[in-house]
């Protein structure tokens, strides 16, 4: 089942061509730095997803999943190994999956960090809030990451990471400038849903509800991992039309 | 006997930025029969390797259609018997030429050790250790026969792949074909080399805007016999279903003969199917004479 998915020979490849590349140790390294000079007794592990961390880990998703598909296309590379026995989907399994192992694991060093520091410094118990962070925060990265590759499995090089660079900015400004633009409109609550569907959801905040035993309302998670699904599913589907070959000059 | 390669009909059109379009391969049909060496010979830009990576379905034809051992190219039981070297760089530069091999070797289901044995075959022992970013053309070029010999393929393509080999090199990549034929492995190649498709080929493909212009038998002697015929436009269809081999350009029929022995029957079996024969000339066709007759209109 899981070989239909995803060829271990290409993710292994991949592995060493995303994850042993210095950028992606560079953030992993930062990530792990902010876990530990900002953890602390009162902090529960969320410091490398949170504020100054969560730039640092969108750079890593935006860096893994640049040109995740892209890249191997235009260099050529891609035409010899889709010519193997293998099937386009376990292509793209391969590659995406290990982009989101390094992703999970430079989180994980990021969050092991920070929970070694808060309890280094006196913090203890609200182990269950601790825990959750993790896949928490994992969550929606791993949902930016699918988007990467399915936008880029139709664009060109990096162009699936500046656009949704473009496309997070725009609306952030949209949604922040249009309510106060034209406020007779009254369109806060618009906004207001459109934002709550818009890409991956920050599920951060359940971790705070186990933590201070609030009311758990899981919705988001079903949403990112629907989210997830689908954009590995819309990537797929994409790559299956593209041509391998480029035009010669 | 099902070929091994099989194009029906292939089109692949392109638009140009002055809203243009261009036709890069144009109805091309052909096949492969196993144990059998194709050539395709035509100017740059004639199409040679779009027709390839349309064979292979790594474009997408506009038209027609193409069959690797019966089956549709993207079929995974018939991409594990083909084997292909491309004429450019395709590897990914930070890896060594050995980890690519290695990759290829995992991804057919061959042991690594293949990958080690075709590196020392192809006297490469030395780059396979360093990054491809560091291969000069022609290291790149034996990388590349190296990852399409991995699987000992049923189906070869090879788009000049003496482009940047030493004359060593050369002489190795004739004897990979000739031992290729020798296994009835078939083989289509693209060179510029007419001199090594004339060694090695049993027939050649002149194409020239994408489309095919001859098909060139080269085990028949390299001669054809060329019959004018007063009546070719009645004779047209009774030809093309009795002698298949041959083409009509005008009042021209031309078909490769063994020697010149081979004219008269020829001549009796036009006769009998009601030719009215003007003129018959035998002439040798070597492949450069024919290369410019056709591909260049020289005369």
């Known amino acids: ?65 640049g040109g995740l598909l892209a890249d191997e296309v ?94 997070r900015i725009g609306w952030a400004l949209a949604a922040f400038g249009l309510p106060l633009a034209f406020p007779k409109l009254g369109l806060q609550p618009l906004i207001d849903v459109i934002g709550r569907h818009f890409g991956p959801q920050d599920a951060l905040m359940l971790a705070r509800q186990v933590q201070y ?18 954009a590995w599913v819309v990537s797929v589907r994409l790559f299956n039309l593209r041509e391998l070959a480029r035009r010669r000059a | 006997m099902t070929p091994a390669l099989e194009a029906r009909g292939l089109t692949k059109r392109y638009r140009t930025p002055g809203g243009g379009e261009l036709v890069a391969v144009d109805a091309l049909s052909f096949a492969v029969q196993p144990g059998e060496i194709v050539g395709v010979l035509g100017p740059n830009g004639a199409g040679k390797t779009t027709a390839l990576q349309l064979c292979l379905r790594l474009l997408h034809p506009d038209t027609g259609d193409s069959r690797l051992f019966g089956l549709d190219p993207e079929d995974l039981a018939a991409r594990r018997r083909v084997g292909y070297a491309p004429d450019a760089a395709l590897f990914p530069k930070a890896l060594t030429g050995m980890r690519v091999l ?71 990549v004739r004897e990979l074909l000739v031992g290729l034929k020798a296994r ?46 007063a009546n070719a436009m009645q004779m047209s269809v009774r030809l093309q279903e009795k002698l298949p081999a041959g083409a009509l350009d005008g009042d021209h029929f031309q078909i490769a003969v063994s020697g010149p022995e081979a004219v008269p029957p020829l001549v009796r079996e036009l006769v009998d199917l009601g030719a009215e024969i003007l003129e018959v000339r035998v002439g040798g066709a070597e492949l450069e004479e024919l290369y410019l007759q056709l591909v260049e209109g020289r005369a």
């Open chain 2, 102 to 172: 290695e990759l290829h070797a995992d991804l057919l289901g061959v042991p690594r050790a293949k990958a080690a044995s075709l590196v020392e075959q192809l006297g490469f022992v030395e780059p396979a250790k360093r990054q491809t970013a560091t291969y000069s053309r022609g290291q790149l070029q034996r990388l590349g026969l190296a990852q399409a010999l991995l699987g000992d393929p049923d189906l070869m393509l090879l788009d000049e792949p003496t482009a940047g080999l030493d004359p060593a090199g050369v002489a190795q």
């Open chain 1, 213 to 230: 035993h609030e009311r758990f309302e899981p919705s988001v998670i079903f949403w990112d991992l629907a989210w997830l699904f689908a």
């Open chain 1, 74 to 167: 235009e260099s050529g590379h891609a035409q010899l190994v889709l010519l193997r026995p293998i099937t386009r989907a376990q292509w793209v399994g391969g590659r995406l999956v290990v982009a989101a192992l390094v992703l999970c694991i430079a989180g994980g060093a990021g969050w092991a960090s920070s929970v070694v520091a808060s309890f280094m410094r006196g913090g203890a118990g609200e182990l269950a809030g601790r825990l959750l962070v993790l896949p928490l925060a994992l969550l929606p990265a791993l949902g930016w990451l699918a988007t990467l590759a399915a936008i880029g499995a139709f664009t060109r090089g990096w162009t699936n990471s500046g656009l949704l660079v473009a496309v």
């Open chain 2, 184 to 229: 009835g492995a078939a083989v289509l190649l693209n060179s510029h080399l007419l001199s090594e498709v004339e060694r090695v080929c049993d027939r050649v493909l002149f194409v020239k805007n994408g489309r095919c212009l001859r098909v060139h038998d080269v085990r028949a002697g390299g001669q054809r016999a060329e019959v004018r015929l």
């Open chain 1, 1 to 65: 089942m899981i070989a239909d998915l995803c060829s271990w020979p290409v993710a292994r490849a991949t592995a060493r061509e995303r994850g042993l590349a210095p950028v992606t140790l560079g953030i992993a390294l930062v990530l792990v730095l902010i876990g530990m000079l900002r953890g602390s007794a009162d902090t529960w592990g969320a410091e490398a997803f949170s504020g100054f961390g969560s730039f640092w880990f969108f750079l890593l998703a935006l860096f893994l999943g």
